[in-house]
């Protein structure tokens, strides 16, 4: 149980386009849904907050405008990156937080802009 | 949050005990400590998470000192499919609460044959 999934698993694509990226729990309902940004040797960085229904909230420096999130049911989150260009390049992971209060992450999608 | 030290890497022998610590002095009294585990380019797998009582599931044992001031995670017999990167965060748990994860730079742990 308690399975993420992401969709594309890596994405490459030209410099102006916009590229969407899902999150999906597969077995459980999540009201609440993280999207997270990972750059080569670093650690996750979280980007923003995912409400079913509501507005996300973002982390302090993330522009929300590039990066619109979209959490339209209560097993999908959608994160649109706008006007890629590449130093949007990076490892993007979503997570889900199920009713026992834990966040289960899902696999992340490797986006190259080029 | 408060914030979490580990130990940037270690290296433990395959079929031993690896015990991962870590230290956590600015904790309050509604923070859970929970670990995560990433694989190379995957995301990040919960392992374990506890409040107050030392805490074991199929997959490793969490060991909280009674301030709770520390945590020891302990994979009691490593493969090679353990090397990973480990985090410890503290967060507070419940509903409406926010349940953000920050992430530290975490422990890479090699599982040497």
């Known amino acids: 149980g308690a399975v993420v999934s992401q969709h594309p698993s890596w994405v490459i694509c030209k410099s102006g386009t916009s590229v969407k990226i899902e999150c999906r729990s597969l077995d459980f309902q999540a009201t609440t849904m993280f999207w997270y940004r990972q750059f080569p040797k670093q650690s996750l960085m979280l980007m923003a907050t995912s409400n079913e229904g509501s507005k996300a909230t973002y982390e302090q420096g993330v522009e929300k405008d590039k990066f619109l999130i979209n959490h339209a049911s209560l097993t999908l989150s959608t994160l649109t990156v706008t006007s890629a260009h590449p130093e949007d390049s990076s490892f993007y992971i979503c997570?889900?937080?199920?009713?026992?209060?834990?966040?289960?992450f899902g696999p992340g999608t490797r986006l190259t802009v080029l | 949050d408060a914030k979490t030290t580990q130990p940037p890497s270690m290296d433990c022998a395959e079929g031993r005990a690896a015990n991962l610590p870590c230290n956590h002095s600015?904790?309050?009294?509604?923070?859970?400590v929970y670990w995560y585990r990433q694989i190379h380019s995957q995301g990040p797998q919960y392992i374990i998470h506890?409040?107050?009582n030392n805490e074991t599931n199929e997959m490793a044992s969490l060991i909280i000192t009674e301030d709770r001031k520390s945590s020891t995670l302990i994979l009691p017999h490593a493969t090679l499919r353990d090397t990973a990167v480990y985090y410890c965060?503290?967060?507070?748990?419940?509903?409406?609460?926010?349940?953000?994860?920050?992430f530290g730079t975490g422990t890479s742990l090699t599982v040497i044959p």
């Open positions: 997570s889900a937080r199920s009713y026992t209060d834990t966040q289960y």
């Open positions: 506890g409040l107050k």
């Open positions: 965060i503290v967060r507070v748990g419940g509903a409406n609460t926010g349940n953000q994860f920050y």
């Open positions: 600015t904790i309050s009294g509604n923070e859970y």
